[in-house]
Every structure is written in structure tokens, then in C-alpha cells.
């Protein structure tokens, strides 16, 4: 399959909330990165996409645009707005994605966007003060880690 439709696939599934269709597009030795997770590799990854969409309640809104591949890398922009939290603040995450390819699927996949412009909309005033600094990030990730963890154990 041509990699740039393996990306638009990839999204389309997202946009639509088929976790398992979008899941047939990653290669079983995944590694996915990204600045709340870190790095994922195999299931774990396949399981925070689980655990995200399961969470979302259907409340989430993807759109993706700019895909290009060369050969077996590629990337794409995507965008994410959902209510994050108990206190359902509006999250709208502006993200590049970047991608490797083996064998007609994503090997690697990693997403980059600013951690403190997330978690100013993720945690509202606390994020605003405080989400700059490498303690509030990595409560973040490590909440986040714990989270999924938990999901797996399911």
C-alpha cells in the first residue's frame, strides 16, 4: 500500500473512532513518541490509542492535513479538540506528525507539539503558571504513564 495512503487511513479511522482501524495501519513493533507519553512500543502504544479514544466518550474532533512521504518517512498535521478532565476544559491541540514505514505500515510515529500550550488549556490557570516547568511535565507524563498502565491491566 502506498504510504501516504497508509496516513490518510491512519487519520481517517481516528476522525471516525475505529481504534482497530486505525490500529491496522501501525507494524506490530510500533514505537510511538509523543511529549505526554514518551515512548511507546507494541501494545503499549495500540493501548494508548485505545485508552484515548475510550476516554473521549466520542467527544473528540480530528482533522488532518499537509500529509507528505518520501520513500518510508512522511508526516502530516493533525488536530485534536476535546474536553480534557473533570472539568471538561476545551483542548485544542495543534500537532506534526512524523513517520517512518516497514513493510506497507507506520513503524514510527511521533507527534510534536508544545507541552505548555497543552497543559495551559488541559489545567487552566495551574497550566498557565506552572505547566513551563520539568516538575509540572513530568507529574503530566507520569499521571499519564499511570493512567495507561492501569488501562492495560483491564
Not at 38 to 56: C, F, P, Q, T, Y
Request: proline share 2%; net charge positive; hydrophobic share 40%.
Amino acid at each position: 500500500m502506498d504510504n501516504s495512503k497508509v496516513i490518510h487511513n491512519f487519520y481517517n479511522a481516528f476522525a471516525k473512532g475505529k481504534v482497530e482501524e486505525m490500529l491496522s495501519c501501525y507494524h506490530k513493533e510500533i514505537i510511538f513518541e509523543d511529549p505526554v507519553f514518551g515512548a511507546l512500543k507494541g501494545e503499549e502504544a495500540k493501548s494508548m490509542w485505545k485508552m484515548l479514544l475510550a476516554r473521549s466518550k466520542g467527544n473528540l474532533k480530528v482533522t488532518f492535513s499537509d500529509v507528505k512521504v518520501v520513500r518510508n518517512s512522511g508526516e502530516a498535521k493533525w488536530e485534536a479538540i476535546y474536553p480534557f478532565g473533570s472539568e471538561k476544559r476545551i483542548v485544542h491541540n495543534k500537532i506534526k506528525a512524523e513517520f517512518e514505514f516497514k513493510d506497507g505500515k507506520i513503524i514510527k510515529h511521533t507527534d510534536k507539539f508544545d507541552l505548555w500550550k497543552w497543559s495551559r488549556m488541559a489545567l487552566g490557570f495551574k497550566g498557565v503558571l506552572l505547566g513551563w516547568s520539568p516538575l509540572v511535565q513530568n507529574k503530566v507524563k507520569s499521571h499519564s504513564k499511570d493512567l495507561l498502565k492501569k488501562f492495560m491491566e483491564k
